[in-house]
């Protein structure tokens, strides 16, 4: 079983200093795909180009302390791409692909961090304009390769993937249109929800993000906003989801799925 896991780390530093990479030691994932390093290159070199025996492959954002993501494998890609094409979301570090190509198949593991629109309207504006961006992009690439795109998304698809969805219908992450996106990506373009694939109906086990304010974290006031997003292909190949909530690395969980394929070919 290929195991794929995905996670916001909100920092590197902190994440691996609250036991993190104990935890990948233990675990052995395949592939991890982390969003949020808030680091840039001289932060990584020589600490963090590996974790638990797997070799990072990073997209750094210009800003020092800022975004960035990495995609850490056990087999070597035969081709790394960082950015998707976009200048202004390419500076801050938001999308590193890792190819796997065999003369049988063509196959990405994507890892990516949407913005998030929640610190005010400028940011909610750039939010539209990386989704206005990022779908033709992913639809260019369905057309060329299988892929499976893990990240930090921002956003609860259905009611069920957050606690109070009621109250939470005006603010960023459960706004109409950023829904709206995800049902077409699902709809139109056919990408796979693999969590959903595996748990159409789980509600309070779903949750992988939680404030820090207030009592969320201790009352499972969460948001599920760490996506597994696959062509059909693959997809079809998941086989078992966890969420990890015995300990905390950040204000996210990691999410896990594993799949029944290897990095050379699927099975």
């Not at 094409?85 to 961090?113: L, N």
């Not at 086990?205 to 499972?220: F, H, I, L, P, V």
Request: proline share 4%.
């Amino acid at each position: 079983m290929f195991k794929l896991t995905s996670l916001n780390l909100n920092g590197i530093r902190s994440a691996t200093s609250k036991g993190l990479e104990a935890w990948l030691d233990n675990e052995q994932p395949d592939c991890i795909c982390v969003q949020e390093l808030k680091a840039v290159r001289d932060d990584i070199l020589g600490r963090f180009e590996s974790l638990a025996g797997l070799h990072g492959h990073f997209h750094f954002a210009e800003k020092k302390g800022y975004s960035g993501v990495g995609v850490y494998t056990r087999q070597p890609p035969t081709e790394v791409v960082t950015g998707f094409g976009c200048a202004e979301f390419d500076a801050e570090g938001r999308y590193v692909e890792a190819r796997f190509d065999t003369p049988d198949r063509k196959w990405s593991i994507i890892s990516a961090y949407f913005p998030s629109g929640s610190s005010g309207e400028d940011r909610q504006q750039a939010k539209f304009r990386f989704l206005s961006a990022f779908y033709p992009h992913l639809r260019q690439l369905q057309a060329e390769r299988d892929f499976i795109l893990c990240g930090d998304v921002n956003i609860a698809h259905q009611q069920i993937d957050l606690k109070n969805w009621r109250s939470n219908q005006k603010n960023s992450g459960f706004l109409p249109e950023e829904r709206a996106w995800m049902t077409q990506l699902i709809g139109e373009a056919g990408l796979v929800d693999v969590y959903r694939r595996l748990q159409p109906t789980a509600t309070d086990n779903a949750y992988t993000w939680w404030s820090n304010r207030g009592q969320a974290w201790a009352n499972n006031v969460g948001w599920r906003l760490d996506y597994h997003l696959a062509t059909p292909a693959l997809a079809t190949l998941a086989r078992s989801v966890s969420i990890h909530k015995a300990e905390r690395f950040s204000d996210h969980a990691p999410i896990t799925i594993g799949y029944d394929l290897s990095l050379g070919r699927a099975a």
